[in-house]
């Protein structure tokens, strides 16, 4: 790491060197949610029974997203930061060939898991027929090529990590590019259909992995790529966070895939709108991870060089920033939701579904902006538990009022979506609270 650029880190004003680290983030994250808007509309144009199949494998496409993005690349961000941080470069060349190895085998795992029980999954949720052989098609291919998002996300979390957001952000941008003319071929004029969407993901990232590898190779990055041993020192800590934090992941797509399979049961078109729905909140994950990832570079590094007290300041003042921007962002759906759901369709009973979702769900955006950009925060500070006993919470509120409301026939989509808002709400003010009197008192 250059010293102008640690001397940023350590001593610039908190708020505008934490834009001047997020605005490129959040511009890569726009993109990287930008190939899901493509994709929902050349889907839309296929019909409803695609939009509602793709809608039961979208649950998995967020987990591999919060996985390598969040969870372990966030892991690794933050260790990559603490490291340089502390002027220790050996280490950080050491947690990138650890991260390497890790997407490597998580990738491999969850495509043989998509692979072998998709299918049945997406049964579970509600899919049969036309919508189940639609997702099957959509899912199997996405798995086959899962590898370039896990290495795409995990390189670019280390380079964010080491204080450079401006590349991640270029390479997303060649990467919604080539997204949207490869889906487009392989859709229409290649006649593929769902199954070409599936395809054209991965080939997308794929580009985009070799460029970022192509950077790191160059020996001009903050993190040489050198030859070496992985050992326990490094790869452990890295497990055991990245346990912790997959945790995390789990829970909030295990929320998801409870609201799916409640709402998959209610019809076709509340199955599509959900899932319209539900990608303004895929959005906003990435957006918060563009605060959330200037959070874990910036935090990382002050608890590196021993400065947690500063660090604290800058975790509490991303959280803020967060919450506005995906407030902002929700409260604009709520009132507005033809602008979001008419990308997506022009049925108009689907586009009633993705207004009455985003009418109860959206204005609590806030809440669940403040408590995910706090988790980003709680990896550079080493203090993730809390965070993750509050996706805990939120996802019992969820399994305890869609209990009630199936056991007693009450479950109408107005139910099943307030009981979502009041989940979110929950979780931004006890995570507020738990880290306020807890680790972060000081």
Known sequence: MSDARRTRLLDGPILKTLAVLAVPNIAASFLQSGMSVVEGAYLGWLGTVELAGVALVFPLLMLTNM???????GVVAGATARALGADDDARAQEILRAAVLIALALATVMALAILGFGRALYGLLGGEGVVLEAADLYGDRLAAG???????????????????????AIALGCVLV?????????????????????????????????????????????????????TGRVLVPLLR??????TQSALTISMALIVTAIIGRLGTHWLAGYGIGARLELLMIPVIFGVGGALIAMVGVNVGAGRRRRAIRVAWTGGAMAACIVGSIGLIGSVAPDLWGGLFTRDPETLAAVATYLGIVGPFYAFFGLGLCLYFASQGLGSMVWPVVGTLLRLLIVVAGGTALVATDAATPQAVFAVVAAAMAFYGMFIVAALRLGPWRS
């Open 178 to 230: 080539l997204h949207a003319v490869i889906a487009w071929v392989l859709i229409f004029p290649a006649g593929l259909g769902i199954a070409g969407a599936g395809l054209a993901m991965p080939l997308a990232y794929l580009f985009g992995t070799l460029g970022l590898s192509a950077w790191l190779l160059s020996g001009r990055a903050a993190v040489l790529v050198k030859p070496g041993p992985v």
């Open 146 to 168: 899962i590898f370039t998002l896990w290495l795409f996300n995990v390189l670019a979390s280390l380079l964010r990590g080491s204080g450079d957001t401006i590349r991640p």
């Open 67 to 73: 996985l390598s993005g969040g969870a372990i690349g």
């Open 241 to 246: 966070q990245g346990t912790l934090a997959a």
